[in-house]
C-alpha cells in the first residue's frame, strides 16, 4: 500500500486537503496543467510535460505554435488545461510528421520535458538504464528474469538486487532463540 499510496501524485494530498476526489480526464492528468500527457506521433508515443511558463514558451516555440504565445491568458497552467483541445491541435499535428523519437529530441533539445513511451522489450534494453545497472538479475525467478535494483546502494557489498524469499520454516530456530 505504501508504494502505490506514494504512486498517486498529489490525489491523496488533494482529497486529505480539500476533500475532493480526483476525477478521471481521460488521457490528461486533471487538475494540473497542460500539456502533461500522452501523444501520439508516427510510429509511437510520447509524453509531454510542459508545466513551468519557460516550458510552455519553450514547447510553443517547438512546435512552430507561437499564436498561442500571443493569448496571455494561456500562460496560466488552468487555462492551458481547460483549452486542452485548442493547444492539441497544432500539437497533433505537428507530431503527425515526426516518429516519437525525433519529437523527443527536438523538444528535449529545447528544455521541454519528454520522453518516448516504451513497450517492456524496449524497456529491458534501454541504454540509459543498463549503463546505471537499473537491473538485476533475479535468476530465483528464471534464468532471464531481471528485475528493478535496489533504488540505492550503502556500502560496496550491498544487495543491488532482489533475492528468492526465505524458505518455509528457514528462520524459525534463530529468531525462537532470540
Known sequence: MEAMAAAHQWTL?????????????????????????????KDGWLCIGAASLEQWERFCITIGAVE?????????????????????APLLAWLATR??????????????????VLDFAQLLEEP?????????PARHLGASARVPAAPYRV????????????????HTAPVLAE
Not at 496571455?72 to 483541445?85: K, N, S, W
Not at 556500502?155 to 528457514?170: F, K
Open 99 to 116: 516518429t516519437a523519437t525525433e519529437a523527443v529530441e527536438e523538444l528535449q533539445a529545447n528544455r521541454v520535458p519528454a520522453g518516448k
Open 68 to 88: 498561442l504565445l500571443a493569448d496571455e491568458r494561456l500562460f496560466a497552467p488552468a487555462e492551458r488545461f481547460d483549452r486542452a483541445d485548442e493547444v492539441d
Open 128 to 136: 540509459h538504464l543498463r549503463e546505471r545497472g537499473f537491473w538485476a
Open 155 to 170: 556500502g560496496a557489498g550491498a544487495a543491488a538486487g532482489a533475492s528468492a524469499a526465505p524458505a518455509l520454516g528457514e
Open 13 to 41: 494530498v488533494m482529497y486529505s486537503h480539500t476533500g475532493v476526489v480526483k476525477g478521471r480526464w481521460g488521457n490528461r492528468l486533471g487538475e494540473s496543467h497542460h500539456p502533461m500527457a500522452l501523444f501520439p506521433a
